[in-house]
């Protein structure tokens, strides 16, 4: 079973419109991390949430994750075509900023 | 900063034979990198655990014979796939940590023919 779930595992969306995607964990999460990836590129580092309650924003995407670090979601404000790509949760399960284990992603269409 | 980058970007190569993939941090130090695997629409799969100066940390049913990590100094690990097969065909990413955050490199695809 995976240990990391996202879901909805594909969305679109028109551009302009919010949206929110989540990442949820069976295990309390040491870290939290949301990277974006171009497919056949690598990944770029969005956001690092630690604490429970935790939220950060950056841009148009916010990232909060909850009071039990089992579940996070990342927000989309008025989405546009270059928010477009895989959205991939990342979480430390076991501290000291060891190994990731990462969901399956998802994948985000902006429609223009 | 925290910039990684890969070398090569792509590779194809026959079977059989070897390839290597450099995996570097341009402006930081990094005791530790990580080495992931990545299947077509799949999430990505940590492959083993390169530290400087001392051997890898390869995860359950990863061949360590197969895929040889060097991490000879704190700004360069290697990965290198041995006797090569087509199934070992995939996209392979580095990462390396800074300050609780791992930074990933563009990733290499290999190609075996």
């Known amino acids: 079973s995976q240990e990391l779930e996202q879901s909805p595992q594909s969305l679109i969306v028109q551009e302009g419109k919010n949206l929110t995607i989540n990442c949820t964990s069976s295990?309390?999460?040491?870290?939290l991390y949301w990277y974006k990836q171009k497919y056949g590129e690598g990944l770029i580092f969005l956001m690092m949430?630690?604490?429970?309650?935790e939220e950060k924003s950056h841009e148009k995407i916010t990232a909060k994750l909850d009071e039990k670090k089992q579940q996070s979601s990342l927000h989309i404000t008025a989405s546009q075509p270059s928010h477009a790509g895989i959205y991939l949760c990342?979480?430390?399960?076991?501290?000291?900023?060891?190994?990731?284990?990462f969901g399956k992603g998802i994948t985000l269409s902006v429609r223009p | 900063g925290a910039v990684v980058s890969q070398h090569p970007s792509r590779v194809i190569c026959k079977s059989g034979t070897s390839v290597k993939i450099e995996c570097r941090s341009l402006?930081?130090?990094?005791?530790?990198m990580f080495w992931y695997r990545q299947f077509p629409k799949q999430s990505l799969m940590l492959m083993a655990t390169?530290?400087?100066?001392?051997?890898?940390?390869?995860e359950q049913g990863v061949e360590k014979d197969k895929f040889l990590i060097n991490h000879a100094s704190l700004t360069l690990s290697t990965l290198t796939v041995t006797s090569a097969h087509p199934e070992d065909s995939s996209f392979y990413i580095c990462?390396?940590?800074?300050?609780?955050?791992?930074?990933f490199g563009p990733g290499t695809r290999l190609l075996v023919l």
């Open positions: 390169s530290n400087e100066g001392s051997k890898a940390t390869y």
């Open positions: 990342g979480a430390d399960m076991t501290g000291a900023n060891s190994k990731l284990t």
């Open positions: 295990k309390t999460l040491y870290g």
């Open positions: 990462s390396a940590g800074v300050e609780w955050t791992q930074y």
């Open positions: 402006d930081f130090q990094a005791t530790t």
């Open positions: 949430l630690q604490k429970g309650g």
